[in-house]
T-cell receptor, first 112, second 110 residues
Framework: AAGVIQSPRHLIKEKRETATLKCYPI?????VYWYQQGPGQDPQFLIS???????DKGSIPDRFSAQQFSDYHSELNMSSLELGDSALYFC???????????FGPGTRLTVT | EDQVTQSPEALRLQEGESSSLNCSYT??????LFWYRQDPGKGPEFLFT???AGEEKEKERLKATLTKKESFLHITAPKPEDSATYLC???????????FGAGTILRVKS
């Protein structure tokens, strides 16, 4: 079965640089979510989109922005990176906003 | 504030030794409770969704149950390949985000 695809899988950036993470949801899934998981921590919700509109917002820094495109893929843009942004970033998708969320393999971001 | 608490933090079992993991929650308007399995460095893998008190779901050696205040994940005769972190998460009637607990790290030794 098709799963959520995330790219890149690993990313190394320096402080104050910009990063773009991409997420391709499971086919026919119309809702995309972004989560951040720090070392030894549980996933923290950042933001979600349904039909290209923001549907919920969590503890996402103002330096981050995201959008969902017409083909339902989503991008998370992160600017002015800080050391504390180093984490695993997961994308999840669901069939409607009430469905189970299926997670991708994650992007490991390291800020040096 | 919506809160999810999992216990124990870590659990070591011998192969075949059954046990239960606990997830207690305090939320305003529960819509659903979810169990995920996560291996190190990988994305959470969906296991179960429970929506109402009294509901039970099973998959292989795992069985999840739900009451009005907590959920249990029962593991029957576990095998070493069941070793992972088990995450509990809730979704509320408002919004569609998941609020996760800190997880239970399960180690099953042969």
């Amino acid at each position: 079965a098709a799963g959520v695809i995330q790219s890149p899988r690993h990313l190394i950036k320096e402080k104050r640089e910009t990063a773009t993470l991409k997420c391709y949801p499971i086919p026919r899934h119309d809702t995309v979510y972004w989560y951040q998981q720090g070392p030894g921590q549980d996933p923290q919700f950042l933001i979600s989109f349904y039909e290209k509109m923001q549907s919920d917002k969590g503890s996402i820094p103002d330096r981050f922005s995201a959008q969902q495109f017409s083909d339902y893929h989503s991008e998370l843009n992160m600017s002015s990176l800080e050391l504390g942004d180093s984490a695993l970033y997961f994308c999840a998708s669901s069939l409607t906003t009430l469905g189970e969320q299926y997670f991708g393999p994650g992007t490991r971001l390291t800020v040096t | 504030e919506d809160q999810v608490t999992q216990s124990p933090e870590a659990l070591r079992l011998q192969e075949g030794e059954s046990s239960s993991l606990n997830c207690s929650y305090t939320v305003s308007g529960l819509r659903g409770l979810f169990w995920y399995r996560q291996d190190p460095g990988k994305g959470p893998e969906f296991l179960f969704t429970l929506y109402s008190a009294g509901e039970e779901k099973e998959k292989e050696r795992l069985k999840a149950t739900l009451t009005k205040k907590e959920s249990f994940l029962h593991i029957t005769a576990p095998k070493p390949e069941d070793s992972a972190t088990y995450l509990c998460a809730v979704s509320m009637e408002y919004g569609n985000k998941l609020v996760f607990g800190a997880g239970t790290i399960l180690r099953v030794k042969s």
